[in-house]
């Protein structure tokens, strides 16, 4: 199943790059595991726009040479952690400038790789990846840039220094000096403020000491920084925000800058990390309508636009689908808003090409899991990460109503994906819980939990289901990515409405909405089997036509508007022109 990857080269060398784009996680290329789940793959996707509309950008990551973790399931559904192995000379360019940065009052080096991102018109955009590991730091400190979302607090804070003031120091090194837009794409990177606000004050120092003995915090130009600024935050739920005691902040990250500074800019009691880019940055979003009104309820007083997520086009659109682009919709690739023209492909090709690529999900399936799936069966589709609010185990609600619709209005299959945190215990019991759910349904059911969730087994899966299911408990879903990702091939969805379903739902067109009138988990419930059972598999299986429609308008409707191509230019317009 593996996509073949070819390393782009390098087109243009010296062209001034105008925005600085910074993310903990990046999913520059499938093969490169350098990302967890949607912040990183929504980076990639947003590059890859940014290098087909010629946007003059940089990226800004971290290398982690041992990435986040490979998942293996045993026969209980026990989740053990591997280590992902790689080599970086494989896939990315090595640079010969280094910078240093202060942790914990000691200096670190930290090196520089590039990893360039070919656009539809050639036109490349670089991501740097920065490294710790060399000879010259301390063990601890080599050992900084190995892991995605590992360690203590201490370990996050100084992966975040460098990510953030090494960051904005490699760029300078690098001959980045015209950056006019510094885009923090979640609170991670914020620490880059930090060093903009140092910048400033440094470039005035002279004078300042002409007239006064003492630099203040008034002699901080925050306005020069806040221009330079934009921030997008991704996360409705307050323990999502990083966040560190000052007295690790002062132990680590040493005295930066005054404290009196870091308590106004990032909080009184703790160094908040979304507060310090919302106090340093001129632009705020969230990543959904319904994302931003509810950033606005977490932080009021704080102007939070909106500007919802996208997915780039031409990745997650399968063969079979983009060949069927290619023949009724020429240059889709390039202006993805033509896709509302789905509606002119002929209803049979539209069929073909989900059943060519249903065929690839289940024969994978079959050959990884000793399942007989059946091409022919109902398939629905649920793979994202392992945690409470996302509500793996809703369908199984109410076993006996589901065995009941799969016996009496048409046979069910469903597959699953997902990793759980190597700290959420929760989300590993989850796991163990659905591999019981599975044996539950057994035999009028067939459900099986693929292993080791990346971004190739999301596209398989994505393309090749009938329906996509999304049920997380409102309003933790900052937008969800993967109902865009079916719909560009054709799949429609069954979504609670939250995150991005409140804006790309239209009842029986795109698909449709888990709804509650009493607002209880109960009456939710209800809602989805009354749709499965009256509504989505009846269509289904006895009227093919008007199924392909609601594909054809999942297409046309959602796939020409959620995409990466639109999100970019809603970014140009009103972030980095402002």
């Known amino acids: 199943m593996t996509e073949k990857q070819t390393l782009p080269k390098v087109k243009e060398k010296n062209i001034p790059r105008k925005i600085a784009y910074f993310s903990m996680e990046i999913a520059a290329n499938f093969s490169i595991p350098t990302y967890s789940g949607g912040l990183g793959i929504l980076a990639g996707d947003t590059i890859k726009s940014f290098a087909d509309l010629k946007v003059p950008a940089v990226a800004v990551t971290l290398l982690y040479k041992k990435g986040l973790f490979y998942q293996k399931l045993d026969n209980e559904g026990s989740q053990e952690e591997l280590p992902v192995e790689w080599d970086p000379e494989k896939c990315l360019r090595l640079l010969p400038q280094k910078v240093t940065v202060q942790i914990e009052n000691k200096p670190v080096v930290i090196r520089a790789w590039q990893y360039d991102v070919s656009g539809v018109t050639e ?3 670089p991501i740097i990846f920065l490294d710790s590991d060399l000879k010259e730091n301390s063990e601890y400190h080599r050992g900084l840039t190995d892991h995605l979302y590992g360690g203590d607090e201490r370990y996050r804070l100084a992966q975040e220094i460098i990510l953030g003031i090494g960051g904005v120091r490699m760029l300078n090194e690098l001959g980045y000096p015209d950056i006019k837009k510094y885009h ?6 914020s620490l880059l403020t930090l060093e903009l606000l140092k910048n400033t004050r440094d470039q005035n120092e002279q004078e300042i000491r002409k007239e006064k003995d003492q630099i203040t915090d008034y002699d ?61 940055s001129k632009y705020t979003n969230g990543v959904a309508k319904k994302h931003g009104e509810v950033s606005r309820k977490m932080f009021p007083g704080y102007t939070i636009g909106a500007i919802t997520n996208g997915v780039h086009s031409h990745t997650w659109t399968s063969e079979s689908f983009r060949k069927l682009y290619d023949q009724h919709i020429p240059g889709w690739e390039k202006d993805n808003f033509i896709l509302r023209h789905a509606s002119r492909i002929p209803k049979h090709e539209i069929w073909e090409a989900h059943i060519e690529a249903k065929k690839k999900l289940i024969d994978y399936v079959n050959e990884n899991n000793g399942t007989k799936f059946d091409p022919g069966v109902f398939t629905i589709g649920f793979a994202r990460r392992v945690t409470g609010y996302k509500r793996f185990d809703f369908i199984f609600s109410d076993i006996y109503r589901l065995l009941n619709i799969a016996r009496n ?110 607002g209880t988990i109960q009456d939710e419930a209800l809602d989805m089997y009354n749709k499965l059972e009256y509504i989505i598999i009846p269509m289904f299986y006895k009227d093919r036509e008007k199924w392909i429609n609601i594909m054809q308008q999942s297409i046309s409707v959602n796939a020409s508007y959620f995409n990466t191509q639109r999100m970019v230019q809603e970014y140009i317009l009103d972030a980095y022109f402002c």
């Open 409 to 518: 209005v048409g046979k069910i299959q469903i597959v699953f994906a997902g990793k759980a945190h190597f700290r959420d215990g929760h989300g590993r019991d989850m796991i163990k819980k659905m591999f019981d759910h599975f044996q539950q349904v057994k035999p009028n059911i067939k459900a099986v939990f693929l292993e080791n969730y990346d971004a190739e087994l999301g596209k398989l899966l994505t393309s090749g289901v009938d329906l996509w299911l999304n049920t997380p408990q409102k309003p933790n879903e900052a937008s969800g990515t993967s109902g865009m990702k079916a719909a560009h091939n054709g799949v429609p969805s069954l979504s609670t409405l939250d995150g991005w379903w409140i804006e790309g739902f239209i009842d029986g067109v795109t698909g449709w909405a888990i709804e509650s009138d009493a």
């Open 220 to 280: 901080y130009d925050y306005d020069a920084v806040r221009n330079l600024c934009v921030f997008t935050t991704h996360t409705p739920v307050a323990a999502g925000h990083d966040s560190f005691p000052y007295d690790l902040v002062e132990d680590v990250l040493g005295d930066f800058v005054p404290l009196n500074v870091l308590k106004m800019c990032a909080g009184e009691n703790r160094l908040n990390m979304t507060l310090l880019a919302l106090n340093l």
């Open 123 to 125: 036109y490349c955009v």
């Open 184 to 189: 923090m794409n979640e609170g991670h990177s």
